[in-house]
Every structure is written in structure tokens, then in C-alpha cells.
């Protein structure tokens, strides 16, 4: 599909959902994850997936905390594709962490991974504020780690997490997969519960395996959503 053919099946949708992956952030200037995956592989650093992971957490703290402290950029604003996803009123599931739709006003929103605007500590449960993990992951008060509310490699997505994303689903006319491969579970394995109805398209640079595509875009998402 050409970018105004997709702009406009976006119009059209009476109630469209959108599942956002890293290309929509990238406009932000928030790198994709797997080019920093590039990064540390051939620096031969601790892999980044045990890096992310609540393990590495607990058993190498100061490892994982200088890894997961490159996840933050504090200067990105949401850029026009996040900006016109909320002025649509459009629900939202997202695989990304930054928070930049929840920043846009998307209303209607599912960080299936959590988000890095939130924090707390491990040991006595209390909220943290943002600056004071970036400024150290020992929690002032009592000496527990704090960490971000996402969720790690060795984690589970939460029960009510999936439940809210399929609550979102069930009245869907029509999905938009913007910005990612669609390679990550089970984020991808929400569209088995779309209803059977509901048109499926895809806007992303590589195509997505996907069979009952009803079309894609190829190529950058900020082409379709600056016609919006
Ligand atoms: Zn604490």
C-alpha cells in the first residue's frame, strides 16, 4: 500500500487499535534496542537479555544498572506518530518502555512492558521518583534496590496486563502494527485473540509474518502519520 492509501484506511476505522514497537520512538531519538544489542556484543559485554533481567538485577547490580540506565533518555519528546495516535482517541498497546505515548495523552493505553517513568523498590514496596534511581539504585530510605516497572527477560507480563490488552482487542474494527517486526511474545500473540472481523495492517521497514495482512506500508511509520 501506498502511505496515503494507509492514512486513509486509518480514517476509515470506526475503532481502530494500534501495537506499537521501537519505530515509533525512533523519530524521538530513542535508538532501537537491538542496535544497542549490536553495540555490546562486540565490545564483549554481559549479554544485554541478562542484562535485562531481574537476576542480573540482584546478582550483578552494578552491571545491570549501568546497562539499563542507557535505556533512558529524558530529553525524548513524543514525536508526530505518537502525537496523532492520541489525537485519534485510538487505543493503544505498546511494546515500547519510554512512555512517550502515555506523554502524548493516549488514553486508552497498555505498556505490555512497563513503562521507565515509574519506579519503586524491590524491599519496601515504595514509589521512587525517576532522577532519584538515575542517580542511584539503592533506595535512600531503606537500602533496597529500586527498579524500574518493567517487566524483565526472566519475568512474566502481569495477568491483568494481558487482560486489559484483550479488553482493548474485543472491539476492534480494524489493528495497526506500527513500528516493529512483530517477532516478540507473547506481545504478537495478541492478535490471535482479535476479533475475526477485524482488518489487520501493518506499517513497518521489513514486513511482518503475518498471513491474513490485510495490507502493509513499507517503509517508515512518520510517512503514513504526517498525512494525518
Ligand atoms: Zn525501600
Given at each position: 500500500?501506498?502511505?496515503?492509501?494507509?492514512a486513509?484506511?486509518i480514517q476509515?476505522?470506526?475503532?481502530p487499535?494500534f501495537?506499537t514497537?521501537?519505530?515509533v520512538s525512533t523519530l524521538s531519538g530513542i535508538?532501537?534496542?537491538?542496535?544497542?544489542?549490536?553495540?555490546?556484543?562486540?565490545?564483549?559485554?554481559?549479554?544485554?537479555?541478562?542484562?535485562?533481567?531481574?537476576?542480573?538485577?540482584?546478582?550483578?547490580?552494578?552491571?545491570?544498572?549501568?546497562?539499563?540506565?542507557?535505556?533512558?533518555?529524558?530529553?525524548a519528546k513524543p514525536n508526530l506518530i505518537h502525537e496523532a495516535i492520541a489525537r485519534l482517541g485510538a487505543?493503544v498497546?505498546t511494546?515500547n518502555?519510554d512512555g512517550l505515548h502515555a506523554q502524548a495523552g493516549s488514553q486508552?493505553l497498555?505498556?505490555?512492558?512497563?513503562?521507565?517513568?515509574?519506579?519503586?523498590?524491590?524491599?519496601?514496596?515504595?514509589?521512587?521518583?525517576?532522577?532519584?534511581?538515575?542517580?542511584?539504585?539503592?533506595?535512600?530510605?531503606?537500602?533496597?534496590?529500586?527498579?524500574?516497572?518493567?517487566?524483565?527477560?526472566?519475568?512474566?507480563?502481569?495477568?491483568?496486563?494481558?487482560?486489559?490488552?484483550?479488553?482493548?482487542?474485543?472491539?476492534?474494527?480494524?489493528?495497526f502494527?506500527v513500528g516493529?517486526?512483530?517477532?516478540?511474545?507473547?506481545?504478537?500473540?495478541?492478535?490471535?485473540?482479535?476479533?475475526?472481523?477485524?482488518?489487520?495492517?501493518?506499517?513497518?521497514?521489513?514486513?511482518?509474518?503475518?498471513?491474513?495482512?490485510?495490507?502493509?506500508?513499507?517503509?517508515?511509520a512518520k510517512d503514513v502519520f504526517e498525512l494525518i
Amino acid at each position: 500500500m501506498q502511505a496515503k492509501a494507509m492514512a486513509e484506511a486509518i480514517q476509515a476505522s470506526q475503532r481502530p487499535v494500534f501495537m506499537t514497537g521501537a519505530g515509533v520512538s525512533t523519530l524521538s531519538g530513542i535508538p532501537d534496542y537491538r542496535s544497542m544489542t549490536g553495540i555490546y556484543t562486540t565490545t564483549g559485554l554481559k549479554n544485554p537479555e541478562y542484562l535485562l533481567s531481574r537476576r542480573a538485577m540482584i546478582q550483578d547490580s552494578k552491571d545491570w544498572y549501568s546497562f539499563v540506565k542507557q535505556l533512558y533518555h529524558p530529553e525524548a519528546k513524543p514525536n508526530l506518530i505518537h502525537e496523532a495516535i492520541a489525537r485519534l482517541g485510538a487505543p493503544v498497546i505498546t511494546q515500547n518502555i519510554d512512555g512517550l505515548h502515555a506523554q502524548a495523552g493516549s488514553q486508552e493505553l497498555v505498556e505490555f512492558h512497563g513503562s521507565i517513568r515509574q519506579h519503586y523498590c524491590e524491599q519496601c514496596g515504595q514509589d521512587v521518583k525517576t532522577e532519584d534511581f538515575l542517580d542511584d539504585y539503592r533506595h535512600k530510605a531503606c537500602g533496597g534496590l529500586v527498579r524500574p516497572d518493567v517487566v524483565f527477560y526472566d519475568e512474566a507480563i502481569k495477568a491483568e496486563t494481558i487482560e486489559k490488552a484483550v479488553e482493548l482487542f474485543e472491539t476492534a474494527d480494524s489493528i495497526f502494527i506500527v513500528g516493529t517486526t512483530f517477532k516478540v511474545y507473547p506481545f504478537a500473540s495478541l492478535i490471535d485473540v482479535a476479533p475475526p472481523e477485524a482488518k489487520i495492517y501493518a506499517i513497518n521497514r521489513e514486513s511482518i509474518a503475518l498471513g491474513n495482512l490485510e495490507g502493509t506500508y513499507l517503509g517508515d511509520a512518520k510517512d503514513v502519520f504526517e498525512l494525518i
